[in-house]
């Protein structure tokens, strides 16, 4: 669907693969809350236009992506303090908590992909 945020349009796809089934609880919490702040960083830090989620589950693995157009930036370079204000700090040990770990793969200009891999 489309939604307007701050005076322009997004538009998000929506996409599972695999052997799609019910997780424990406890994942299916950490990986609602690492994508909530995932989009939130998409639209109002990453000014994207475009954001596309994937839940992707195999036998013993179910890996959530968030994936941006927006104007990206470079996690080895993000100022002081603003891993913790974008929540990147807090996405990484919800990954960690549920066993998993969160990769963030960006550059400016070429937006942001955020990738939770939680074994199940």
């Known amino acids: 669907g489309t939604k307007a945020t701050a005076g322009r349009d997004v538009r998000f796809t929506v996409d ?3 052997t799609v089934r ?5 994942i ?3 990986l609602l809350r690492i994508g909530q702040e995932a989009l939130l960083n998409a639209s109002r830090h990453g000014r994207a236009t475009e ?3 994937r839940l992707h589950y195999t036998d013993d693995t179910v890996t959530l992506t968030v994936a941006d157009n927006g104007q990206g930036f ?12 974008y929540g990147l700090t807090t996405m990484r040990e919800r990954a960690q908590q ?5 990769t963030i793969r960006s550059a400016p200009g070429r ?3 955020v990738d939770a891999v ?3």
């Open 118 to 120: 939680i074994p199940i």
């Open 74 to 85: 470079d996690p080895a370079r993000a100022p002081e303090g603003t891993t913790d204000h």
């Open 51 to 53: 954001i596309a989620v």
């Open 98 to 102: 549920a066993g998993g770990r969160l």
């Open 28 to 30: 299916e919490h950490q």
């Open 111 to 113: 937006g942001t992909t």
């Open 22 to 26: 019910r997780l424990p609880s406890s």
């Open 16 to 18: 599972q693969t695999g």
